[in-house]
């Protein structure tokens, strides 16, 4: 089974830049589908950006031209390159998996806290 583990959140002023990564275990990154996911309290979790096995990539239209998901099969990371960052952007961000097939099994992280002020 895949476990994921989040890095990398904290405290940041509007324009700062964060990058976040997400450690996975379990000896099948090459064959996982990954996103970037992020939730505000009392609201529902929302998908950032995504790589498919193929590093095929995209992204929410309020990101896309600031933030970079990536993907290191061999080290089995995954990390989201965050510029630019605004107010809105605030939020736990959670690194999500699912096993490339149709009924592929997936897996969530427990998240990390971004936080930007004006």
């Known amino acids: 089974q895949v476990q994921l583990v989040e890095s990398g959140g904290g405290l940041v002023q509007n324009g700062d830049s964060l990058t976040l990564s997400c450690a996975a275990s379990?000896?099948?990154?090459?064959?996982?589908?990954m996103a970037w996911y992020r939730q505000v309290v009392g609201k529902q979790r929302e998908l950032v950006a995504s790589?498919?096995?193929?590093?095929?990539?995209t992204y929410a239209d309020s990101v896309k031209d600031r933030f970079t998901i990536s993907r290191d099969n061999a080290k089995g990371t995954m990390a989201l390159q965050m510029d630019g960052l605004k107010p809105d952007d605030t939020g736990v961000y959670y690194c999500?998996?699912?096993?490339?097939?149709?009924?592929?099994?997936?897996?969530w992280g427990r998240g990390t806290q971004v936080t930007v002020s004006s």
């Open positions: 999500y998996a699912r096993f490339y097939t149709e009924y592929g099994s997936e897996y």
């Open positions: 379990g000896g099948i990154f090459d064959v996982l589908n």
């Open positions: 790589v498919t096995t193929d590093s095929k990539t």
